[in-house]
Nanobody, 126 residues
């Protein structure tokens, strides 16, 4: 299992930027992939971006060209750089990690990830 802690959320105007961090605070297995999901009030949890241990990445169409997911060299922290933010990006953002055995094709699916952080709020408004 993996314990995750998110940080970096906040309030920003449209067009602004935020950088989220997800740090592994405890680990008993090595994740193969880590991802960011988001959930707005009254909506289902939505895939945002995923990064594999070898730095392969995937993005939701809604954030392509605006968000960048990355990792540190030790695979202890994953980042989400969010640029050109829009009001529709407002949500609680959750970091997730698999338990090392997931297939890449399943990276978009909530059920793929057995480890979740507590979430960090991102609010985009003028």
């Amino acid at each position: 299992q993996v314990q995750l802690v998110e940080s970096g959320g906040g309030f920003v105007q449209p067009g602004g930027s935020l950088r989220l961090s997800c740090t592994i605070s405890a680990r008993t297995v090595a994740p193969r992939m880590m991802a960011w999901f988001r959930q707005a009030p009254g909506k289902e949890r939505e895939f945002v971006a995923c990064i594999r241990r070898d730095r392969a990445t995937t993005y939701a169409d809604s954030v392509k060209g605006r968000f960048t997911i990355s990792r540190d060299n030790a695979w202890n922290t994953v980042f989400l750089q969010m640029d050109t933010l829009r009001p529709e990006d407002t949500a609680v953002y959750y970091c997730a990690a698999d338990s090392g055995s997931s297939i890449w094709s399943a990276r978009y699916t909530v059920s793929t990830y057995s480890n979740w952080g507590q979430g960090t709020q991102v609010s985009v408004s003028s």
